[in-house]
Nanobody, 112 residues
Framework: QVQLVESGGGLVQAGGSLRLSCQVSGKSISSFNDMGWYRQAPGKQRELVAVFTSTGNTNYAGSVKGRFTISRDNAKNTVYLQMNSLKPEDTAAYYC?????WGQGTQVTVSS
């Protein structure tokens, strides 16, 4: 059984930083590249934030490019999202995805 557990969310002031982690169990992330982060703000659709593509490249939403960085540690079976220069509009529930599996989400709230 594959499980994804996100952590690292919280409340931060605008301009601050957070690092989200996604611990994957039940499958090795080194065997598959299709993973990343999405987010969903209240009343809005879920949107892509940052992902590894099937070829191993990275793809970022325009709104986070230059501020967020996705990375992975295959030895720890963990995917990360480093978020810098956070803005109130980054407030959302952030979800990790690996192949067809999704985590439960972690809340990020950015105060102005």
């Amino acid at each position: 059984q594959v499980q994804l557990v996100e952590s690292g969310g919280g409340l931060v002031q605008a301009g601050g930083s957070l690092r989200l982690s996604c611990q994957v169990s039940g499958k090795s992330i080194s065997s598959f590249n299709d993973m990343g982060w999405y987010r969903q703000a209240p009343g809005k659709q879920r949107e892509l934030v940052a992902v590894f593509t099937s070829t191993g490249n990275t793809n970022y939403a325009g709104s986070v490019k230059g501020r967020f960085t996705i990375s992975r540690d295959n030895a720890k079976n963990t995917v990360y999202l480093q978020m810098n220069s956070l803005k109130p509009e980054d407030t959302a529930a952030y979800y990790c995805t690996y192949s067809r599996w999704w985590g439960q989400g972690t809340q990020v709230t950015v105060s102005s």
